[in-house]
């Protein structure tokens, strides 16, 4: 019985040691395998972002041209009136308002290029000085009594027919405008100006690649990048006036616009080959 026994236990021993070793190669081999991914994962992470054969390249530049002439002006004025009460010196303020308008649509100006750009009414005050020891009944709680009220009115107008501005600003003046400010010159197609300055541009970049392309005896492949700068002018012609219609008429400023460019510049980077 004995011997028995420790055949058993000999046995049972024996049948554990070969499961323990395949248990700790298997681990040993997970151990290597994940080790060796995470060099490879760790490698591959050090070259994101890299061009790995990075192309070759050249770099041209075009410019383009365009000389234009502002044929919009827009000018600003103030149509300010005071009086006692608020609604007198509304229908003032209104009256000369509608002449004004009026004239301005008699000298072709459309009714959607004039706008009201802001309307306030402010109550006007005097000051007066009280004596140290008044006795004022009903008394006063402060130095200012009110007199009346002052409309103001600003109105912005663009005038489409240049040719015809100083008149027009010398008109508006004569007509009890205040504040006739801010002649501001701008071209009514700008944006189809700056497209056809820089299509002249990259045309101009184009030629300057295909002479560049020859001379080194290169193909060229595709754009890889594009890049553009320019001068967009804005026109302006300082003109501010207070006028006020006392017997007689303004002379009409003579309003030069003279001439101005819209250029661009554009770089053009291409793959050769």
Same mark, same amino acid.
């Given at each position: 019985?004995?011997?028995?026994?420790n055949?058993?236990?000999?046995?049972?021993?024996?049948?554990?040691?070969?499961?323990?070793?395949? *248990?700790?190669?298997?681990?040993?081999?997970?151990?290597? $395998?994940? +080790?060796?991914? *995470?060099?490879?994962?760790i490698?591959? &992470?050090?070259?994101?972002?890299?061009?790995?054969?990075?192309?070759?390249?050249?770099?041209?530049?075009? %410019?383009?041209?365009?000389?234009?002439?502002?044929?919009?002006?827009? $000018?600003?004025?103030?149509?300010?009136?005071?009086?006692?009460?608020?609604? #007198?010196?509304?229908?003032?303020?209104?009256? %000369?308002?509608? #002449?004004?308008?009026?004239?301005? @649509?008699?000298?072709?100006?459309?009714?959607?290029?004039?706008?009201?750009?802001?309307?306030?009414?402010?109550?006007? &005050?005097? &000051?007066?000085?009280?004596?140290?020891?008044?006795?004022?009944?009903?008394?006063?709680?402060?130095?200012?009594?009110?007199?009346?009220?002052?409309?103001?009115?600003g109105?912005?107008? @663009?005038?489409r @027919?240049?040719?015809?501005?100083?008149?027009?600003?010398?008109?508006?003046?004569?007509?009890?405008?205040?504040?006739?400010?801010?002649?501001? $010159?701008?071209?009514?197609?700008? #944006?189809?100006?700056? @497209?056809?300055?820089?299509?002249? +541009?990259?045309?101009?970049?184009?030629?300057?690649?295909?002479?560049?392309?020859?001379?080194?005896?290169?193909?060229?492949?595709?754009?890889?990048?594009?890049?553009?700068?320019?001068? $967009?002018?804005?026109?302006?012609?300082?003109?501010?006036? #207070?006028?006020?219609a006392?017997?007689?008429?303004?002379?009409?400023?003579?309003?030069?616009?003279?001439?101005? %460019? *819209?250029?661009?510049?554009?770089?053009?980077?291409?793959?050769?080959?």
């Amino acid at each position: 019985m004995k011997g028995n026994n420790n055949d058993f236990k000999c046995c049972h021993f024996c049948g554990h040691k070969p499961m323990k070793l395949i *248990i700790s190669a298997l681990g040993l081999f997970l151990i290597l $395998f994940f +080790a060796v991914r *995470i060099a490879k994962d760790i490698k591959a &992470y050090d070259y994101i972002g890299r061009d790995v054969s990075s192309p070759n390249t050249i770099s041209v530049s075009g %410019k383009g041209e365009i000389v234009a002439k502002a044929d919009i002006a827009t $000018f600003t004025f103030n149509v300010l009136e005071e009086s006692p009460n608020v609604s #007198d010196a509304q229908s003032r303020a209104a009256k %000369k308002i509608n #002449d004004i308008i009026q004239f301005l @649509k008699n000298k072709g100006i459309e009714e959607k290029d004039i706008k009201t750009t802001n309307y306030n009414i402010y109550p006007r &005050y005097n &000051y007066i000085k009280l004596p140290e020891k008044s006795q004022i009944i009903p008394p006063i709680r402060d130095n200012r009594v009110l007199i009346g009220y002052e409309v103001n009115q600003g109105i912005e107008v @663009k005038v489409r @027919k240049i040719d015809s501005a100083g008149t027009i600003l010398s008109g508006v003046g004569n007509l009890g405008a205040s504040n006739v400010s801010g002649l501001n $010159f701008s071209i009514d197609e700008e #944006d189809k100006l700056r @497209k056809e300055a820089r299509d002249l +541009a990259i045309e101009d970049a184009r030629e300057s690649g295909k002479i560049l392309a020859r001379s080194l005896g290169v193909k060229l492949v595709r754009i890889i990048n594009f890049s553009e700068s320019g001068y $967009f002018p804005i026109y302006r012609e300082k003109f501010s006036t #207070d006028v006020m219609a006392v017997g007689g008429a303004t002379l009409a400023p003579e309003i030069p616009t003279g001439e101005n %460019k *819209i250029t661009s510049q554009v770089n053009i980077v291409y793959e050769i080959r």
